[in-house]
């Protein structure tokens, strides 16, 4: 069983930064492609930033480009979203999710894809 768990949210005013952390137990986490998505209230869910478990390939919402880092420590069992010059738009919960992948180069941005989700961790960004 993987567990996945979310830290690092709150409160924070326009133009400021936070960085959030994901760390999963339970299997190896290197076999496991990760993936940030959030989802803000009456709003579908957007995949937000997904690595491959080689780290070789990140991707990005257009919405975030440019302003969100995605990293990943897979000898601590961690990867990153690193968030700056936040926008009130950017308000949401954010979940992070692995979904194992025999492709070591591979990930994706949308959730339905992968197996295995955190409680979601509260970002809220003030005008």
């Known amino acids: 069983q993987v567990q996945v768990v979310e830290s690092g949210g709150g409160l924070v005013q326009a133009g400021g930064s936070l960085r959030l952390s994901c760390t999963a137990s339970g299997s190896s986490f290197g076999r496991y492609a990760m993936g940030w998505f959030r989802q803000a209230p009456g709003k579908e869910r957007e995949g937000v930033s997904c690595?491959?478990?080689?780290?070789?390939?990140?991707l990005y919402a257009d919405s975030v480009k440019g302003r969100f880092t995605m990293s990943a420590d897979n000898g601590e069992n961690m990867v990153y979203l690193q968030m700056n010059i936040l926008k009130p738009e950017d308000t949401a919960m954010y979940y992070c999710?692995?979904?194992?992948?025999?492709?070591?180069?591979?990930?994706?941005?949308?959730?339905?894809?992968?197996?295995?989700w955190g409680q979601g961790t509260q970002v809220t960004v003030s005008s």
């Open positions: 690595i491959s478990r080689s780290g070789r390939t990140t």
């Open positions: 999710a692995l979904i194992y992948s025999s492709n070591a180069n591979w990930c994706s941005l949308f959730g339905k894809e992968y197996h295995y």
